[in-house]
């Protein structure tokens, strides 16, 4: 296949380079794009170096694939064009997720919806759903999923690489000042940066994107984890109370749920169902240590909510700029391929 990638050096972009090489994708020619700062910039790629590419000025004809992580300004404004030239488009952003005619896929979860794409534009789920869909998918056709209510834990890289270097800034400040940390967590003065509403470094920030409900004080990240568990495992009604938590971690998103299903299931049900799950590893402490670099979810703490009816409750841990992003992707793709 013919692919580009738009956001080719970023966090994300580089990331699906990577996985593209690993999976052996079947690529006839590749071309990379990013903004005007970036381009002219040269990549390797298996022994070539490719040129970067301003995607605001790029020709797109000639490609049959294209994979966006660049933001969701950048997919509302070139996506349908790139559309429009014959390619299909895989968007990593917000941009489309919500749109009527724009499947949003997990592929081992709804791979049918690909069957039709009216836009010629496919939308991967927000790197936080990602982690659960895997794992809810099954146990819903088992027991009929009907309530959530989810804590996450997410990790500073899903703000981006400014996330990331806030933190590590913040870390450096601290210096040897753990001991006051201990006593008095103003004594350290944090440099304010634009990803966190607070110092993230040694702290907890139960808020996570951008208020968009006053009335409901939603904040972006929690509406997403509710909208888009609904339209992926097509649960129109399925109750979603989310409560999203930025944490000092720079890989892995986790998620602490607690669901309540229609029918009875046990945690001994939940585990053989969950065993057999080729993107699902169980295990006792799932950690985002653990998960960094692996493509399945890690999947623990797995035992009866004693407060919601047929209720389970289970800790999860998925890396977010793989399976939560750069990799979803390129399944999508091969999904695609795969029906060519």
Not at 231 to 242: M, N
Request: contains cysteine.
């Amino acid at each position: 296949m013919h692919v580009g990638i738009v956001g080719a050096t970023g966090q994300v972009g580089s990331v699906m380079r990577e996985i593209l090489i690993e999976r052996e994708f079947p690529i006839e020619s590749i071309r990379f794009f990013a903004s005007e700062r970036s381009a002219g910039r040269k990549i390797g790629f298996q022994g070539d170096d490719i040129v970067v590419e301003n995607a605001t000025t790029a020709n797109w004809d000639g490609l049959d694939i294209v994979l966006f992580s660049a933001g969701g300004g950048l997919s509302r404004e070139l996506a349908p064009t790139v559309a429009s030239s014959g390619a299909i488009v895989i968007d990593n952003s917000s941009a489309w997720r919500m749109d009527d005619d724009v499947p949003l896929v997990v592929p081992e979860v709804n791979s049918h919806a690909l069957k039709e794409i009216p836009k010629g534009i496919v939308a991967n789920p927000n790197c936080t759903t990602m982690v659960a869909m895997p794992v809810l998918k099954p146990l819903h056709a088992e027991a009929g999923l009907e309530k959530l209510i989810i804590s996450t834990y997410q990790a500073t890289s899903g703000a981006g690489l400014s996330g990331v270097e806030e933190l590590s800034k913040q870390i450096d400040e601290a210096g040897n000042s753990a001991i006051d940390l201990t006593h008095n967590g103003s004594a350290v003065a944090f440099s304010n940066g634009n990803s966190f509403i607070e110092p993230i470094a040694f702290n907890v920030i139960p808020f996570c994107g951008a208020l968009i409900d006053d009335e409901l004080e939603e904040t972006n990240e929690e509406r997403k984890l509710r909208d888009e568990s609904r339209k992926i495992l097509e649960i129109p009604d399925l109750a979603v109370s989310a409560t999203c938590v930025r944490v000092p971690v720079y890989t892995g998103h986790s998620l602490a749920i607690s669901a309540s299903f229609s029918s009875p299931i046990s945690a001994s049900k939940v585990r053989t169902i969950l065993k057999e799950v080729p993107s699902v590893i169980l295990e006792d402490i799932p950690t985002p240590l653990k998960s960094a670099g692996v493509d399945p979810t890690y999947v623990g703490r797995i035992r009866p909510d004693t407060v919601l009816a047929n209720g389970i409750s289970l800790f999860l841990s998925g890396d977010n700029l793989r399976k939560g992003a750069a990799l979803n992707a390129v399944q999508i793709a091969e999904a695609l391929n795969s029906e060519t």
